[in-house]
């Protein structure tokens, strides 16, 4: 099983600024085939990236994921005051598929 | 527009079952994959299994931690999947999601509000 490991577990951050979150995995992620989401309290997850890199429909270009292998970010170019919540990454070139234990980005 | 609505979900004691469904709309349903996952209170997500389209062959993939216990099933002539819980365990509460597994990989595009299932006597 590969498992996901994502830092920091909090993240505290001003509007306006840059964020970057990390998601590595335990072994190299077929494909690079890992998906990124945002949960919002009370709400069901939300699609941000797919294939480490691609948005999702409608998502913002604020939003942009990257890295190979191991390593993989999402990068929040100019944080909003919606984007303060909390991200999973996740893999799907392996079997299980698994989640990372999500970082929360909190208002500094 | 794509819609998941779970339901079923409720209070039931270790060692006993639930079952959950999921009605979609809004796509083709027969065409996807399917998924469930998870959520424990305050905790992150686990994938609980899949289930495959018809064309093929309605496989069935599921976590180590359900293995035996959970089946998923579909009907496409009602656009539903459904999750046959047994042997519940207190460490089976969680939020239930159903989700549409995506037409390009096997991660999720589309989730369902959720369904509570708490396991206590």
């Known amino acids: 099983e590969i498992v996901l490991t994502q830092s920091p577990g909090t993240l505290s951050m001003s509007p306006g600024e840059r964020a970057t979150l990390s998601c590595r995995a335990s072994?190299?992620?077929?494909?690079?085939?890992l998906a990124w989401y945002q949960q919002k309290s009370g709400q069901a997850p939300r699609l941000l990236i797919y294939?480490?890199?691609i948005r999702a429909t409608g998502i913002p270009d604020r939003f942009s994921g990257s890295g190979s292998g191991t390593d993989f970010t999402l990068t929040i170019s100019r944080l909003e005051l919606e984007d303060f919540t909390v991200y999973y990454c996740q893999q799907y070139g392996g079997s299980p598929l698994t989640f990372g234990g999500g970082t929360k980005v909190e208002i500094k | 527009e794509v819609q998941l609505v779970e339901s079923g979900g409720g209070l039931v004691q270790p060692g006993g079952s639930l079952r959950l469904s999921c009605v979609a709309s809004g796509f083709t349903f027969s065409d996807h994959y399917m998924a469930w996952v998870r959520q424990a209170p305050g905790k992150g997500l686990e994938w609980v299994g899949r289930i495959r389209n018809k064309a093929n062959s309605y496989i069935t993939e599921y976590a180590a931690s359900v293995k035996g216990r959970f089946t998923i099933s579909r009907d496409d002539s009602k656009n539903s999947q459904y999750l046959q819980m047994n042997s519940l365990k207190s460490e089976d509460t969680a939020v239930y999601y159903c989700a549409r597994v995506s037409d390009y990989g096997s991660f999720f595009d589309f989730w369902g509000q959720g369904a509570l299932v708490a396991v206590s006597s």
């Open positions: 072994e190299r992620v077929a494909g690079d085939y």
């Open positions: 294939d480490a890199s």
